[in-house]
């Protein structure tokens, strides 16, 4: 589903991630994780086509991403951004509403599926209570929400999550993680979402791609990433501060 080959992507000169290679099989749920700077976000603008690696290449479902149209991408990929900035003055409803915008009809816009797909996204993701409200005059939390609903209603097979949950209080941090494993699990939804939160990580993913300085420095269960050793390595911690909770 998602095919990176020797990647590398360097910011004027700068290496941001070094021959990444990494496969991930449709339907998986995979998170991302690693210590700040560790090339997680670049390596999401990589998979959605954002930015072009100066070496390797990267292929959605058997085409390579950068022969793709912005269009095409967004029929095979919906991304949950990092820092929810919301560009203009819109209600909650319109926002999800642009997660339509690659399905909708090109002269007859949105149709009653689009509408339902709307209406269905806002049930499921739980942020009825804000309809009517200005996007922009929302908490951070609630527009993470929000843009999760305008993802949701976009209904692509691959789901793309920066850090989904750093605004959220705990009960909305399980929500969120409980809707991305209901996704995975009943739509078949192909999920690869960044974590900070390494309890949140292993409770809810069975599998962790650890990046560190731009590499991946390993790939598997929550029990074989996070070992004692690489939680001292590379996030400098004491491992007791990372207690495995049994995956689901
Ligand atoms: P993470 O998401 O793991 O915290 P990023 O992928 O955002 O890390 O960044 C990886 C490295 O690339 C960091 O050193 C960061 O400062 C740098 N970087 C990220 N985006 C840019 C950019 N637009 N221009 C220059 N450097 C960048
Ligand atoms: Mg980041």
Do not use: W
Not at 151 to 158: F, K, Y
């Amino acid at each position: 589903m998602i095919r990176i080959e020797g990647a590398t992507v360097a910011y004027r000169g700068r290496a941001a991630l070094r021959d990444v290679s990494l496969h991930i099989g449709a339907g998986e749920r995979v998170a991302i994780i690693g210590p700040n700077g560790a090339g997680k976000s670049t390596l999401l603008r990589l998979v959605a086509g954002l930015l072009a690696p100066a070496t390797g290449s990267v292929e959605l479902g058997g085409e390579r991403v950068d022969r793709l149209d912005r269009l095409a991408v967004a029929r095979r990929l919906a991304v949950v951004p990092q820092l929810p900035t919301l560009p203009f003055a819109t209600s909650v409803e319109e926002v999800v509403a642009l997660g339509r915008l690659p399905h909708e009809h090109p002269v007859r816009g949105m149709r009653p599926g689009d509408r339902a797909a709307v209406a269905a996204a806002i049930e499921r993701v739980g942020v009825g209570h804000l309809l009517g409200r200005d996007a922009r005059e929302l908490s951070l939390g609630e527009r993470q929400l929000v843009l999760l609903a305008m993802a949701v209603a976009q209904a692509a097979p691959i789901l793309i999550l920066d850090e989904p949950t750093v605004h959220l209080d705990l009960r909305h941090q399980v929500e969120v993680m409980e809707l991305v494993g209901d996704l995975n699990a009943r739509d078949g939804t192909t999920i690869l979402a960044v974590l900070h939160d390494l309890g949140l990580a292993a409770h809810f993913f069975p599998r962790l791609v650890l990046l560190d300085r731009g590499r991946i420095v390993a790939d598997g269960s929550p029990a074989e990433v996070l070992t004692p050793e690489r939680v001292r390595e590379v996030f400098g911690v004491d491992p007791e501060f990372v207690r495995l909770r049994a995956p689901r």
